[in-house]
């Protein structure tokens, strides 16, 4: 239990688990620069990120934003001994592939973990994870995660722990997928990150979509690379949608072995940066 936070949340942060695309950086049998650098804002695990922040009655959260296959080495490396909700954006394997890992929060915390999704990755988290989702079918009584899942639908908001999370619409591609913008009740700033939305794998914005993504103090956006790629945004196209919502600060993340962080981060405009696993916002300067 954390020092009150008289009735406000307090302390927000969301660090950035890992920042990398679906294979990760280095990626295996490279030799590239990128992959063979010895900076280590250029080695990337697989994009997620960790909430955290003091809800109104002094109690400490954390919240997941995707569980990727690496999660269990992100969390070591972050120290996350919690959960007390999982968003999840969409059910590609980089994103979604880490959620038998937070079987150890429930034992931890002794509870269950809400989980937050459309109900089409709810189904095919279900179909994926029968063993979770389907216990009572398993041949053994096993450690398996317990999960709630909670079905949303973009724009509808949600409240939980003194925050608002509203799912927004984006694509990945041609798939249909969601961001997450995340408000307090109270409308505070948390601590300088609120409103933030963090919105990975996107190729396109709706353009209703663009009303629920104003006003930010915090943005985190897909870049992946600068040539063209028909799901994700490139460089160009990431700066010149970023420029659109204009949120305070912006932070690239999904990034392939293409981008060099020393070499790209200083030409972008100011108020936006490259992400980095480990890094922590808000951050001054970022």
């Not at 999660?71 to 001994?81: C, D, E, F, P, V």
């Not at 999840?88 to 979604?96: A, F, S």
């Not at 029968?130 to 096993?142: C, L, P, Q, T």
């Not at 990975?200 to 629920?212: N, R």
């Amino acid at each position: 239990m954390s020092e009150g936070a008289g009735g406000r949340v307090s302390r927000g942060q969301l660090e950035l688990l890992g920042t990398g695309t679906s294979s990760g950086v280095p990626v295996i049998g490279c030799t590239c620069a990128i992959c063979t650098s010895d900076d280590p804002r250029d080695q990337r695990l697989r994009t997620s990120a960790a909430l955290r922040f003091c809800d109104p009655t002094g109690l400490d959260r954390i919240w997941l934003l995707d569980v990727s296959p690496d999660h269990r080495t992100q969390a070591l490396k972050s120290g996350i001994t919690r959960c007390d909700a999982i968003l999840i954006t969409h059910t590609h394997v980089d994103h979604v592939w880490g959620l038998d890992e937070v079987r150890r929060y429930n034992a931890i915390m002794e509870s269950s973990i809400d989980l937050f999704a459309e109900s089409n990755a709810i189904e095919t988290l279900e179909r994926i994870y029968e063993h979770i989702f389907h216990a009572h079918r398993n041949a053994n009584n096993s450690f398996v995660a317990n999960l709630i899942a909670n079905h949303v639908t973009p724009g509808k908001s949600i409240e939980r722990h003194g925050l608002r999370m509203t799912p927004v619409r984006l694509l990945h591609g041609r798939l249909p997928i969601v961001g997450w913008r995340i408000d307090t009740v109270d409308g505070g700033d948390g601590g300088g990150l609120f409103p933030m939305a963090y919105c990975t794998d996107v190729s396109g914005i709706p353009p209703e979509t663009y009303a629920a993504l104003r006003d930010l103090k915090t943005l985190v956006l897909d870049m992946l690379r600068f040539r063209a790629h028909p799901t994700h945004f490139t460089v160009d196209q990431a700066v010149a949608h970023a420029s659109e919502i204009a949120a305070q600060n912006t932070v690239f993340v999904h990034m392939t072995h293409d981008i060099k962080h020393s070499e790209v981060d200083p030409i972008l405009p100011a108020g936006m940066s490259l992400g980095f696993d480990g890094l922590r916002l808000p951050c001054a300067p970022c």
